[in-house]
């Protein structure tokens, strides 16, 4: 079947800008990630969406970060006034969630902030 | 907190030849699971390996495996018989206890896999 699936792959914008990027997860997962890869580290989480659970936003470095998950299924993750610290690859995950933590990743949105 | 170390940037292999790669982590919780993941150039992570931290036997999956030392908080990765495609970013990663769902990654090792 189909997995993760992210738009744009990679989106350049101006300093200031808003911008949003889209993950649509597996059917049937519940469970929805958002992680941040800047050049040269990890993945730094960022959010976490479990079916109709508040989402635990601990991660999101400021807020101008937001994230939206309509329907328990296509997440957004928007970016408002965007630095150019924020540019990284932005990469979503879904998993079938509660016990089950194999995550499936999506290939990701590099983000480039001019 | 959960920490995840990985200490070596960069490994080369030749092809064919067996390379190992570190991790090492902090953790209070006595049940938690650890995970090595794959990131190629087309940047999709993909799972290699996972271990449950109560399981003593190390996990294999063809010709990946892992030294899961519980006492020393280490869990490297042993890639044998390397191949071309096995070059890739190689993150090792954390997860706390069942009903937990927050993952630590390390900062991820470069192998480069030489013909």
């Known amino acids: 079947g189909a997995g993760v699936s992210q738009s744009p792959s990679n989106k350049v914008t101006e300093k200031g800008k808003d911008v949003e990027l889209r993950c649509d997860p597996i059917s049937g997962h519940t469970a929805l990630y958002w992680y941040r890869q800047s050049l040269g580290q990890g993945l730094e989480f960022l959010i976490y969406?479990?079916?109709?659970?508040?989402?635990?936003k601990s991660g999101l470095p400021s807020d101008r970060f937001s994230a939206e998950r309509t329907g328990g299924s296509v997440s957004t993750l928007t970016i408002q006034r965007t630095q150019q610290e924020d540019s990284a690859v932005y990469l979503c995950a879904s998993s079938l969630g509660r016990a089950n933590y194999e995550q499936y990743f999506g290939p990701g949105t590099r983000l480039t902030v001019t | 907190a959960q920490t995840v170390t990985q200490s070596q940037p960069e490994m080369s292999v030749q092809e064919a030849e067996t390379v190992t790669l570190s991790c090492t982590y902090d953790t209070s919780e006595s049940d938690y699971y650890l995970f090595w993941y794959k990131q190629p150039p087309s940047r999709q992570m993909i799972l290699v390996i996972r271990?449950?931290?109560?399981?003593?036997q190390n996990a294999t999956e063809n010709r990946f495996s892992v030294n899961f030392q519980k006492a020393a908080k280490s869990f490297s990765l042993k890639i044998s018989d390397s191949q071309l495609g096995d070059a890739a970013m190689y993150f090792c990663?954390?997860?706390?206890?069942?009903?937990?769902?927050?993952?630590?990654f390390g900062t991820g090792t470069r192998l480069k896999v030489l013909a």
């Open positions: 969406f479990q079916g109709n659970s508040a989402p635990d």
């Open positions: 990663a954390s997860k706390g206890p069942s009903g937990t769902y927050k993952y630590i």
């Open positions: 271990q449950e931290a109560y399981k003593q």
